[in-house]
Structures are given as structure tokens and as C-alpha cells.
Nanobody, 114 residues
Framework: VQLQAFGGGLVQPGGSLRLSCAAS????????MHWYRQAPGKERELVAT???????TYADSVKGRFTISRDNAKNTVYLQMNTLKPDDTAVYYC?????????WGKGTLVTVSS
């Protein structure tokens, strides 16, 4: 299983970014996919989840601003992030929960700053 997150960068407060997570050696449609983030000096935080059935859940801190989605044909999971805040600054990781084993990909850095 290989997961590669990309799409991070520097964005001003109030801006938007879309992160992508491309999978190989697995299929994003067969199990839960998560986006986590970790900011400097803070604990890792579960941001969003999409189940194999397409159900989604979000951390309270991002609810209404972030949207997780999946394109099975492209074997890719996305995280659309709108109305970004400085507190959203973190390294973002996508993870596949495959039969109880969490497979982590390389993260992508999101910096929200003016």
C-alpha cells in the first residue's frame, strides 16, 4: 500500500486548497480513508473520514469548511478545504484503515498565513 498526499502550500486566511491522496497497491473504495493533520507542538488530529459506503464524518474544528470525497476511477481521495484559518496550518496525511491496519502516506504541508 502506498499513499501520497499532495496539494499543500501557502495560502492566505480565508483561502482554499484541495489536497489529493493518490493510492497504489490498494483501492480507496474498499475501506475507510482518513485525513489526519499534525501541527507543530500539537497532537495528531483526525480531520475527516470517508467510509467504503461513502459516509463522511468531520472534526468539529473543520465541519462546514472541509469536504472529504473520493474518485474511485482515479483511486484518489480528496480534501477540499475552504475558509482556511491559521489554526489549520499543519502537515496533512491520508491514511487507509485496511482490515484494522492503518497505512500512512507521506504528508503534505499546509500553511495558512498572511
Amino acid at each position: 500500500v502506498q499513499l501520497q498526499a499532495f496539494g499543500g502550500g501557502l495560502v492566505q486566511p480565508g483561502g482554499s486548497l484541495r489536497l489529493s491522496c493518490a493510492a497504489s497497491g490498494t483501492f480507496v473504495s474498499i475501506s475507510q480513508m482518513h485525513w489526519y493533520r499534525q501541527a507543530p507542538g500539537k497532537e495528531r488530529e483526525l480531520v475527516a473520514t470517508i467510509t467504503s459506503g461513502g459516509n463522511t464524518t468531520y472534526a468539529d474544528s473543520v465541519k462546514g469548511r472541509f469536504t472529504i470525497s473520493r474518485d474511485n476511477a482515479k483511486n484518489t481521495v480528496y480534501l477540499q478545504m475552504n475558509t482556511l484559518k491559521p489554526d489549520d496550518t499543519a502537515v496533512y496525511y491520508c491514511i487507509q484503515d485496511l482490515y484494522g491496519i492503518m497505512h500512512w502516506g507521506k504528508g503534505t504541508l499546509v500553511t495558512v498565513s498572511s
